[in-house]
């Protein structure tokens, strides 16, 4: 799209303020709002991010578009036997369930699809958001507002109090957070949450930085879901191709290590308006945790003792499934290296 001039940047931004709802004359400190709209008769939200720069305001409107999102497990992208993993985690009577990755990796989503399935008539789930995404029948959704004092932290303390199944809390970012979620999952709830770490085991030693004791942490933690979007390989202008010598050595292989392996990539059509991709594709690295590695979390193990130990009993790193996803033409080697580290990098 064209740029617009300069000229008009200060016009286009209060525009924007007004229809979030955010103060036209505060300049100085950064806001969040949100725009409703209806795109034809489908309905779509535009979060819009405020942040007062050096030269002007920088603003972002991330578009969350209702009617496109489907709240399946079975369309998340998991691979059957994670899909079984996954239910197997979800289905618990109590614990913790953290989803952790990047911001815009589709954690809401897995959450939301996991609630979705376990919405019943029989079973109260209660959330804490900020703010609320995706708006659902049956479940009981709040949103954070710190301004007014309803804090991540005040809202679960209240939670416990209305006799929840289930509680959700959009995100880990402190303590107090993270005691409230333990003492939640420990009086018989299921508490789902988010963190920001690279991989499942990095939760631990997000949650042991937020100053989190790690018998807590071992008597109540079930599992993390580590998670990344990669584009998916246009089905228009897909082709086989051979990789080079040097784009398998960025993922760490050798030619005699893909013997009789197939690799695919987009041509670029029309259809994919140039890019060789259409649409994304999720890969899940799943850390369910046992004695074993209880033990190495009391004795505050480091990072990679921790992925050594769950790849024995079974894990897949994202990159090992971002290599299935390879093999099974569904994305590229450039997606899953930009996406993903080796172990050996780490």
Known sequence: MLPPPKSIAPAIASRVKVLANLDIAERRKPQDGRISLLHGDAPVDLRVAVLPTMFGESIVMRVLDRSQVNLDV?????????????????????????????????????????LNELNDVTVKILTA???????????????????????????????????????????????????????????????????????????????????????????????????????????????????????????????EDVTGKKFYRGRRCDSCRGTGYSGRYGIFEIMLLDEELDDLIMQRSSTNVLRSAARKKGMRTLRDVGLLAIYDGQTTIEEVVSQTISEEAD
């Open 74 to 114: 079975e369309r998340l992208g998991m691979r059957e036997d994670d899909i079984g993993v996954f239910r197997q985690l979800i289905d618990r009577p109590d614990g913790i369930c953290i989803v952790t990755g990047p911001t815009g990796c589709g954690k809401t989503t897995t959450l939301y699809s996991a």
């Open 129 to 255: 958001e900020d703010p609320v995404e995706y708006d659902i029948d049956g479940l009981i959704q709040v949103e954070i507002k710190d301004e007014i004092g309803r804090t991540f932290s005040r809202c679960l303390r209240s939670f416990l109090r209305q006799d929840p199944d289930i509680v959700l809390v959009g995100e880990i970012r402190d303590l107090d957070t993270a005691k409230i979620s333990v003492e939640a999952s420990l009086t018989g709830h299921m508490v789902f949450s988010t963190l920001h770490t690279n991989d499942a085991p990095s939760a631990i030693a997000r949650l042991l930085d937020l100053g989190l004791e790690p018998f807590l942490i071992t008597a109540t933690l079930e599992g993390v879901v580590a998670q990344r979007l990669v584009r998916k390989i246009c089905t228009r202008c897909k082709e086989a191709y051979v990789p080079t010598e040097q784009s398998l050595m960025e993922l760490g292989l050798r030619p």
